[in-house]
């Protein structure tokens, strides 16, 4: 069987360190070359840091690449040798580079993991597109800018590069599962969807979505503290072009689509839940009540890491997915939601129409570091 070749860019938490170390809280800034690095275990199987003893599935793109039969894992680049020198320990591959342009021109990858800090996450999916890569997936964010998004988005689908964006729950199978019971009418039609924010960079919201942005409300954002994100933090509402309402409000659950025959909602601890319409016969006549059915296999269980998104990009290279669950395109809807939120409620609580106008825009982040 002819493998994929596979690399990775940034051999940070996840490209390479969660299977290795527990995560450490030192800081660094973006262009250091010579890193904070932990104890790294080289030889411990694999290794998630939130959930220790779920050992099991990988976490780092480094990992999951490597346990994939189907691909091969030949390269990586980072500028921090210590970790070059540990992913060779590790893997025993020698052909690394502190140059991710040098290992892009000279490797020819089918498939890349784009795990480098946001700063040059556009520019490297780009490259690697053009240079004929089938598949990418990268880490969350996505991009800091819309602009990005466009280019990372544009250039993938130019090029036929199936592209995922964020190791994220949205990745796991079942939320495939979720939209096949939509599909075929599980819950009925759908009238609308909620989520706990649009965190466009950590969605669960916009796979379910048949339509585009046509308009937004927010109200209730908060300041970006001195050290965080500027992620949304208030609630709105979301109408798409085919009139799909969409509620981010605190306390929802991670998603909620409601049906004119049932609903379903998905928490990380919580997992799936199904609950469909019937018929029950009372003393006073006939009434329709929601009862919570059994979820059909496949059912969430974390931890996820990077093994569903390498997943995702492989079936849509094979042509098994038009394209990955949490595909660029997707989260790059997301954001945008997000974006226009803030607008929304820094202005009062206007009604802002969609696509918007300034790619410039952006969001802050620095929990990348």
């Not at 996450?121 to 800091?144: Q, V, Y």
């Not at 009238?191 to 927010?218: C, K, M, R, T």
Request: proline letters at 5%; a negative charge; glycine letters at 10%.
């Amino acid at each position: 069987m002819e493998k994929y070749r596979a690399g990775v860019i940034g051999l940070g938490w996840m490209g390479m360190l969660y299977d290795l170390a527990q995560r450490i809280g030192d800081k660094f800034e973006i262009d250091d070359a010579d890193r904070p690095t932990p104890d790294l275990d080289i030889h411990r199987k694999i290794y998630h840091h939130e959930h220790p003893g779920n050992e099991g599935n990988p976490s780092s793109y480094a990992e999951a690449i490597f346990d994939r039969p189907d691909v091969e894992l030949v390269t990586a680049a980072d500028r921090d040798v210590k970790r070059l020198n540990a992913f060779t320990e590790r893997y025993g591959i020698t052909n690394l580079y502190t140059d991710a342009e040098e290992m892009l021109k000279k490797e020819k990858l089918d498939i890349i993991a784009v795990a480098t800090n946001t700063k040059g996450r556009a520019h490297f999916t780009c490259m690697a597109s053009n240079l004929g890569a089938k598949g990418i997936f990268t880490e969350k964010p996505m991009a800091h800018t819309l602009a990005e998004v466009d280019e990372m988005v544009s250039t993938c689908a130019k090029n036929g590069t199936a592209l995922s964006c964020g190791a994220i729950s949205t990745t796991h199978p079942s939320f495939e599962k979720a939209k096949q019971i939509i599909k075929t009418g599980g819950i009925g039609e759908v009238v609308s969807i909620e989520a706990s924010g649009p965190a466009g960079q950590h969605q669960n919201w916009s796979y379910f979505l048949d339509s585009e942005p046509d308009w937004v409300v927010g109200i209730g954002d908060k300041p970006r503290a001195d050290s965080g994100s500027s992620e949304f933090k208030g609630q709105g509402m979301l109408v798409t072009k085919d009139g799909t309402i969409v509620h981010f409000r605190a306390g929802a659950p991670g998603v909620r689509i409601t049906g004119t025959q049932g609903e379903m909602y998905y928490g990380y601890a919580s997992k799936w839940t199904l609950l469909q319409n019937v018929k029950v016969e009372l003393d006073d006549g006939e009434y329709d009540i929601l009862n919570n059915m059994p979820w059909p296999h496949p059912q969430f269980s974390p931890p996820y890491g990077g093994i569903y998104s390498l997943d995702d990009v492989i079936r849509t290279i094979n042509g098994d997915l038009d394209e990955p669950k949490n595909s660029g395109k997707r989260v790059g809807v997301a954001i945008e939601v997000e974006i226009a939120l803030k607008q929304s409620s820094a202005a009062g609580g206007v009604k802002v129409e969609l696509p918007l106008k300034d790619r410039s825009l952006g969001l802050h982040y620095d929990w990348f570091r």
